[in-house]
């Protein structure tokens, strides 16, 4: 038996997935052609993904040089199989502008109360200048351990 890739989920699913999880690993490419790959808060709104950085973080940095950026998007806890969808496509430059108050608390209200999310972003804007970097899925491809039948068999489940 040859093993390639688990079963992929369903465009439903993927969508439900993209709205549960609370962590991307956002990827752009570092000036010498390695990765840089880290966890980011994003939100999800009319098929895009908006994630918020400094304006002088390394992501903005590998964005403003080369567009192209890989998201994964995953949930594996609680004992539930690891599904979860990767999201290739490039951050939109024309969108790359300055964080508005009302982008912060929109995307910090998916993690906290409206109250805390107002007070957080704030803070975070008081901070440093912010930029936001909007995605643009080309393509996506997925996978869900949970309807593997070969992972199953593999674990003895």
């Known amino acids: 038996m040859t093993y390639t890739q688990s ?33 980011v808060w994003y939100e999800y709104k009319d098929g895009r993904i908006t994630v918020a950085t400094p304006s002088s973080s390394r992501k903005a940095k590998n964005v403003r040089r080369d567009t ?29 502008t300055d964080l508005q108050v009302d982008e912060a608390i929109s995307l910090c209200e ?8 107002q007070s957080y972003a704030q803070g975070l804007l008081n901070l440093t200048r912010w930029v936001k970097i909007v995605v643009v899925p080309e393509h996506m491809s997925s996978f869900d351990y949970e309807k593997d039948i070969a992972y199953k068999t593999a674990v003895g489940e």
């Open 7 to 39: 079963p992929p989920l369903t465009e439903e699913e993927i969508e439900s997935l993209i709205r549960k999880a609370k962590i991307a690993r956002f990827c752009s490419f570092n000036a010498d052609g390695t990765i840089h790959a880290v966890p």
């Open 68 to 96: 192209k950026v890989t998201l994964l998007i995953d949930i594996s806890e609680g004992g539930v199989q690891p599904k979860g969808v990767i999201i290739y496509g490039k951050a939109d430059p024309d969108r790359m």
């Open 110 to 117: 998916r993690y906290m109360s409206r109250d805390k999310a």
